[in-house]
């Protein structure tokens, strides 16, 4: 996520880290797992440290657990998303490139 955020001037992202052992991912998650509660609140916190309006915010996630953080940020994408959450989230992707994303981020402006 790091490298993808920096290549597209992303300053602010937060993510579970997923295990990679000789370049393949395992399905496993390493480091602190963030909690649904968690993504909400960080995201609301960086949008009050930087005093921009919920109108100006964005949120990505694949799962039911960034539901609370999706529905916080004015626009919540569902990504390459589960079923149950791409029910309650009307933006999704489907198609697995983060560049999918920037034309309903366009929309914002």
Same mark, same amino acid.
């Given at each position: ?19 990679? &052992? ?30 921009? !309006? ?17 529905? !916080? ?12 959450? &791409? &029910? ?6 489907? &198609? ?14």
């Amino acid at each position: 996520m790091e490298r993808l955020a920096k290549s597209l001037g992303i300053a602010y992202f937060t993510a579970n880290q997923l295990e990679v &052992k000789e370049g393949l991912l395992t399905g496993k998650l390493v480091g602190q797992i963030i909690s649904p509660q968690v993504k909400k609140e960080t995201l609301e916190k960086w949008r009050k440290k930087l005093k921009l !309006s919920k109108e100006r915010t964005v949120a990505i996630g694949d799962g039911v657990n960034n539901l609370l953080m999706l529905k !916080s940020a004015e626009l919540g994408i569902a990504f390459c998303a589960k079923e149950v959450l &791409k &029910k309650e989230i009307p933006h999704h992707v489907d &198609k697995r490139d983060f560049l999918e994303v920037l034309p309903l981020i366009d929309r914002l402006e």
